[in-house]
C-alpha cells in the first residue's frame, strides 16, 4: 500500500466496516473481461455470504472462474479545502480476495440467508424448503483483507 498512513491493519476495525456497510461489491473475471456487481451480503467466520437467481452473468463467471475480489466501503463525504485539487473524502474501505462456492444444503443455505438478513436488522426465518431449491446462495471465503481510511 502506498499511503501507508491510511492503512487499516487492524482485522476488528476492518470487520466494524464490514458489519456496517450496506452494499458490498464484487469483481469478477470473464477471461479478460471484468465484471462488477453491487450485491446485499452477509459477513460471518471470515465469508461473505451472498444470495442470487439460480441463473445470470454473475453465477455464470463463478462457475468458470470462483476467485473474485470484494470492496466494501463507507464514506462520509467530501474534505473540502480552498483549493479544489486539495479536496479529500472522508472514508473506510476494505478490499477482500476470496474463493466462491455455492452453498448447496437446505440448512446451510438458510444460515446462510439469515446471516444475510441480520446484516440488515432482520430477524432469523425458517425458510421453506421450496423456496431454499430457488434460490443460490453463494460463500466466499476470504483470504486476504486490506483496509484504507482518511479523516476518521
Not at 17 to 42: E, W
Not at 44 to 62: R, W
Amino acid at each position: 500500500m502506498r499511503r501507508k498512513d491510511r492503512e487499516i491493519t487492524d482485522r476488528s476495525e476492518m470487520e466494524q466496516v464490514i458489519l456496517s456497510s450496506p452494499v458490498c461489491r464484487i469483481g469478477l473475471a470473464d477471461g479478460a473481461t471484468p465484471y462488477i456487481v453491487p450485491v446485499c451480503f452477509g459477513y460471518q467466520d471470515g465469508a461473505i455470504y451472498v444470495h442470487s437467481a439460480m441463473e445470470g452473468l454473475k453465477v455464470d463467471i463463478l462457475r468458470k472462474n470462483p476467485r473474485c475480489c470484494v470492496e466494501i466501503d463507507e464514506s462520509e463525504g467530501a474534505i473540502q479545502s480552498d483549493n479544489p485539487c486539495s479536496w479529500e473524502m472522508r472514508y473506510r474501505s476494505i478490499i477482500c480476495t476470496g474463493t466462491a462456492a455455492f452453498v448447496e444444503g437446505p440448512v446451510e443455505k438458510a444460515q446462510a440467508l439469515n446471516c444475510i438478513l441480520e446484516h440488515y436488522g432482520g430477524e432469523p426465518q425458517k425458510f421453506p424448503e421450496s423456496s431454499l431449491e430457488k434460490v443460490c446462495v453463494i460463500r466466499i471465503a476470504i483470504e486476504t483483507m486490506t483496509g484504507k481510511k482518511h479523516g476518521y
